[in-house]
């Protein structure tokens, strides 16, 4: 199976559920339909599919073992399920993540909560448009999580423990993130244990690990390929915060400057408090979590990028790259499996969107 | 099994849950050990484990047939993690629909949004208290269905059709019970469709089913049981709405008239328009979703009881009791466990908290 051939295969099985979802709607009322049609829009319309290709990766480099189990002739399917799985766990953490940020788009769209403020505001319905529009998106987001789990539940019973762990992890990220922005922890050390929980664990390597149980891995080669995860997973992100500073809105699919905008308190902004001068640090500071008009992000920018945050944040990109195809290239596995791994480790690290 | 060996194992299962959670929490971080020492809390210290107490009705009713097969050693084990599953889907609901109405008390404490929100002010963190109690508590809900499905995973696989369409069936209520509101949907048709799919099916049709093919029943049965559940759900909902306004506040742990002050379209409320005169009906409608003086919901009670709404939706629990213990005189099983499922119907309906 191709990387194509995966996506599309996942697209499938995902459209293939939402089928049976809206004829289940219908079956109970119009409202239900509405958030499953807003819920399949957004998992059939966007999204890169980089959890379902790091768990294809992880299952080819358990299969390529020299004298490893050949794969049963459902392990397509199986690797197929669990990408539209973990897909769907992206699209609760996100929809959800969307009402906690008061995020107004998303992949290019408005956001779920906002597209439920709007037809309420349209139809000039009862009640509050906004906090309308959260709870449906909260109910949208349960439902991605509880078809998750759904899907989960036919797959190889080895794969439970990691696949319980990731969900609580996510979660536990999410908390950490907006613990840690309440409390005013500016600190490199806070951003980067939001990163391990929040991405790199679900992002990548649990993803890999999934796709390693399903393809039969022993528990040292998982433990190999959670580091390199790990790393990736932390590279992932890291180029994810400068996409939000410095990314192309429209290759991105988010506002200019958006993660400024929100005040995400990120790797690239801790250090940028680290390393810019006391009067960077104080406009960079004041700037964080404001409307930004075109000029206060060129200065913000130009803060983090004279005082050589965005270069720290580049190294750290190119060292934890490097630290993964290192990993990679001791695995015990195939070439062909290694390659797969390390083209997808430089796909995510140079990516414009 | 006696109910309150049931109550108590279940009981004891979550609190072993919620040990290792916590123990996992605390190597990650403090905002995970408090959002996870405030679900334990919410789990823990209330609820009637109603649902529980219908699976393993419905196991009693299975196992009672004539020629059924031994129950293996494990059953009530299984009957234990279900108890403590469908716990966990329940206080996901709960916390999101605390959100979602923006109540202020359930089962007699503070909310979740509300505990975090208090936490926040009294930190003097940063951001908006109530944005970040409702974050907290949008991710403690996640947390509480992942944990479900956690333990969901472990019971026999012929229990996941019915464990997937419970779920299905309480979120799709919900949505069902916020869109009919905002579309200000007040018929008793309405009223009557939330109540299938947010109570009657997930809070006793789903439960007894679920206990029953734990059991080894028959699709036969599992039908007749459905019909049984739904009548019971009914009948518990419209006592639930007659406490939502009649109701003693030390002991429901609610506020006095809190579906009158939240606006909540009950079968109550809709009795209540198409039986008041225009006048009544009227001072109704103006009443509801509003801050209720003491003779407001003086007011209220009275249009309700004078119009013969109250006693309509008595002689609609009434009915549905009836029907209920109809079928279960008819269910082709053991003395015992029809015994067991009728004190349990009776309870239900009879009851003030």
């Known amino acids: ?44 319309l966007g999204g890169k599919r980089v959890r379902p290709l790091f768990a294809d990766a992880g299952r080819a480099v358990a299969h390529g073992v020299a004298g490893a189990a050949p794969l049963p002739d459902d392990s397509d399917d199986d690797i197929v399920t669990l990408g539209a799985a973990l897909e769907l766990v992206q699209a609760c ?3 959800h993540d969307d009402i906690i940020d008061a995020s107004d788009t998303r992949r290019g769209n408005p956001t779920v909560h906002r597209v439920f403020a709007a037809r309420h505001r349209a139809g000039d319905w009862q009640g509050d448009p906004d906090r309308f529009g959260e709870s449906v998106a909260i109910l949208v987001g349960d439902l991605a999580l509880a078809w998750a789990d759904d899907l989960a539940t036919g797959l190889p019973a080895r794969i439970a423990p990691a696949w319980r762990t990731m969900r609580t992890e996510v979660l536990a990220g999410q908390l950490l993130d907006i613990g840690s922005e309440a409390r005013r922890d500016e600190s490199l050390d806070a951003a980067l244990r939001v990163i391990v929980y929040k991405t790199a664990g679900y992002t990548v390597a649990r993803p890999l690990q ?3 149980v399903l ?17 990736l997973g932390l590279a992932f992100q890291l180029r994810d915060d400068l996409l939000g500073v410095y990314g192309d809105p ?13 005040g995400k308190r990120t790797v690239l902004v801790a250090e940028g408090f680290d390393r810019a001068d ?10 964080l979590g404001t409307d930004l008009t075109d000029e206060d992000l ?8 004279d005082s050589g945050a965005q270069r720290a944040v580049e190294s750290r990109i190119d060292a934890a790259l490097a630290s993964a195809l290192h990993g990679i290239d001791a695995l015990p596995t195939s070439d062909g499996a290694r390659a797969q791994l390390a083209a997808l480790a430089h796909r995510i690290t140079h990516r414009a969107s």
């Open 1 to 44: 199976m191709t990387d194509a051939d995966l996506v599309d295969r996942v697209q499938h099985r995902l459209a293939g559920l939402f089928d049976d979802a809206r004829a289940d709607a219908d079956r109970i009322g119009a409202p239900v339909r509405e958030a499953t049609d807003s819920l399949a829009d957004f998992v059939l």
């Open 298 to 305: 060129a200065d913000a920018r130009a803060i983090l990028t």
């Open 210 to 212: 999934l796709g390693a």
């Open 215 to 231: 393809g039969g891995a022993d528990d040292r080669l998982v433990g190999d390929l959670r580091a390199i995860g790990l790393d």
């Open 250 to 262: 429209a290759v991105t699919g988010k506002p200019s400057g958006d993660d400024l905008v929100t």
């Open 93 to 95: 953490a996100l929809v």
């Open 278 to 287: 006391g009067h960077g640090a104080a406009r960079l500071r004041g700037l």
